[in-house]
């Protein structure tokens, strides 16, 4: 195919061969593009079937090693976990809070995220689990970066290309310390083997075929969702000033916008919302902790695949339903 160019229906033709059991591990070809971008030995990347799989394994690998395990969260948080729920700040997990509660009474095997977690993480002995979809997607403010993670034995890094090239693919992987290797490595031979290798092999020939292939990629869709996102907050305040508390996103795919009326009720706001024909989801679907409240008066609105007159229409619609 030369390095011109890599399509995916000549990589997927090229990568049918590739119809046979694969390693546990991954692609070595795929690994070692993945360890350059993380700064991690190739030998520490698990390849996954999504960041979805590669967060069971890791909590799994926690209830093994620990079948009293709680994995601390941020609240809110994407639905899933039995997890002791930690409040969140502007940038993220409340370090402060959680030391709080560690220093009072809940041991716990994993957290959930943030980069100040690491000094944690070394005091009272659990792993960070560090789940980044989002991180190629930054338009606004500054990367801090994954470095600090990557190099401690006490994180655990979950990625995916599931928001860069597609989430159909189902590929992610894990930066894993090495201790930890071989014991995931060997559940999930008992789980489900491997990631499929027709489609390792299709990512993998994306990839290492046309070396800037994936960053014009991310390049072309932070570039969309950043005008998506202005389009988005730009009609919200327009339309509903006030009605609203916007913090606008560094990056990725979602508002988390929340209402400022105490007494508009969030889930009738939902159902007529729908009626209108503009569905999103509402922010007490998040909570790690149904008995609090704080995420119940966000709404999650997603602006990535929606143009910007359709962005408007739905901020038009909604201001009907509100």
């Not at 997990?93 to 560690?102: I, K, P």
């Amino acid at each position: 195919m030369g390095k011109a160019s890599a399509r995916p229906g000549q990589a997927f033709d090229a990568a049918i061969e590739n119809l046979r059991y694969a390693s546990a591990h991954g692609s070595a070809a795929l690994r070692d593009w993945t360890a350059r971008r993380e700064g991690a030995d190739p030998s520490r990347i698990v390849v996954t079937n999504g960041g979805m799989h590669g967060l069971a394994l890791t909590v799994l690998i926690m209830t093994v090693v620990d079948d009293d395990a709680i994995v601390a969260v941020d609240d809110p948080v994407i639905p899933g976990f039995q997890s002791l729920p930690v409040s969140v700040v502007a940038d993220g997990l409340d370090v402060e809070h959680l030391g709080r509660r560690l220093a009072t009474g809940p041991r716990i095997a994993a957290a959930y995220k943030r980069q100040a977690l690491v000094e944690l993480a070394e005091r009272y002995g659990f792993y960070v689990i560090v789940d980044n979809p989002y991180r190629e997607l930054r338009f606004a403010g500054q990367d801090q970066g994954v470095a600090a993670f990557n190099q401690s034995d006490r994180a655990i890094h979950v990625n995916s290309f599931t928001k860069t090239l597609g989430p159909g693919w189902r590929v992610g992987w894990l930066v894993l310390p090495d201790h930890l290797v071989d014991p995931v490595t060997r559940l999930r031979n008992r789980l489900d083997v491997h990631t499929s290798s027709v489609t390792q092999a299709v990512i993998e020939r994306l990839l290492t075929d046309d070396d800037g292939c994936f960053d014009r990629i991310v390049s072309a869709a932070t570039a969309l969702y950043r005008e998506r996102a202005g389009v988005l907050i730009d009609a919200l305040r327009e339309q509903l000033p006030g009605a609203l508390d916007i913090v606008a996103p560094e990056g990725g795919l979602f508002l988390w916008p929340r209402l400022t009326d105490d007494t508009v009720d969030p889930m009738a706001l939902l159902r007529r919302a729908t009626a209108h024909g503009v569905i999103y989801q509402p922010g007490e679907f998040f909570a790690a902790d149904p008995r609090q409240r704080s995420s119940a008066r966000h709404l999650r609105l997603s602006y990535s695949d929606r143009t910007p007159e359709e962005l408007r229409e739905a901020v038009r619609r909604l201001v009907l339903a509100l």
